[in-house]
């Protein structure tokens, strides 16, 4: 089967604009997670979602950030006027169930995203 | 929240020989500790984990120890090959908040 995408793969804009990145999770996962790397670091939490609710956001860096997932599959992350610093790789990630849960978590390829 | 450290950030070895890499983590409650293999430009991929209710695993090549006590848990590379050349990230799970921190990653580079 499938695995998690996203798209776009790379997306470069300009600062101050309105940026939207998309997460196709494996069929049937609840879990959503997004994650924002940024060059030589480990993935940072961003928010995770439980079918359509997000069950923790606490690692969205500021209101400019916000996510949904309406249907419990698709999420999009988004950003509004960025900022050079929002430059990183989302990464997005998948999991059968999330609280309490032992499973792991499936990556995405990931978004480049370049605020010039 | 929680916190994990990973040491060393880079690693050079020679084939054939073995690596260890090492974290710790802060929070006494997480339970669950996966290690991710990324390669340049791909994405995170699993290769390993070990939940809180044991102190070893191994699958062929690489084996995952965890000390509860010490709040430490290792990753260890055994006969590498230049194909294990990659970063590696720890994790550390909170069940309670079901979202994984990592460590900053160790650039692992094995030599033909």
């Known amino acids: 089967g499938a695995g998690v995408s996203q798209t776009p793969s790379n997306k470069v804009t300009e600062k101050g604009k309105y940026v939207e990145l998309r997460c196709d999770p494996i069929?049937?996962?609840?879990?959503l997670y997004w994650y924002r790397q940024s060059l030589g670091q480990g993935p940072e939490f961003l928010i995770y979602?439980?079918?359509?609710?997000?069950?923790?956001d606490s690692g969205l860096p500021n209101d400019r950030f916000f996510a949904v997932r309406p249907e419990g599959s698709v999420s999009t992350l988004k950003i509004q006027r960025t900022e050079r610093g929002d430059s990183a790789v989302y990464l997005c990630a998948s999991s059968p169930r999330g609280t309490g849960g032992w499973n792991e978590q499936f990556f995405g390829p990931g978004t480049r995203l370049t605020v010039l | 929240g929680e916190n994990v450290e990973q040491h060393p950030s880079t690693l050079s070895v020679q084939e054939g020989d073995s690596a260890v890499i090492k974290c710790t983590y802060s929070?006494?409650?997480?339970?669950?500790f996966p290690w991710y293999k990324q390669e340049l430009g791909k994405r995170p991929q699993l290769i390993i984990d070990i939940r809180s209710n044991v102190g070893e695993k191994k699958d062929q090549r690489i084996a995952v120890t965890l000390n509860k006590t010490a709040k430490h848990f290792s990753l260890h590379i055994t006969e590498t090959q230049p194909e294990d050349s990659a970063v590696y990230f720890c994790a550390a799970l909170n069940s309670g908040y079901s979202t994984l921190t990592f460590g900053k990653g160790t650039m692992l580079l094995v030599s033909p």
């Open positions: 979602f439980q079918g359509t609710g997000a069950a923790d």
């Open positions: 069929s049937g996962h609840t879990a």
């Open positions: 929070d006494s409650a997480s339970n669950y």
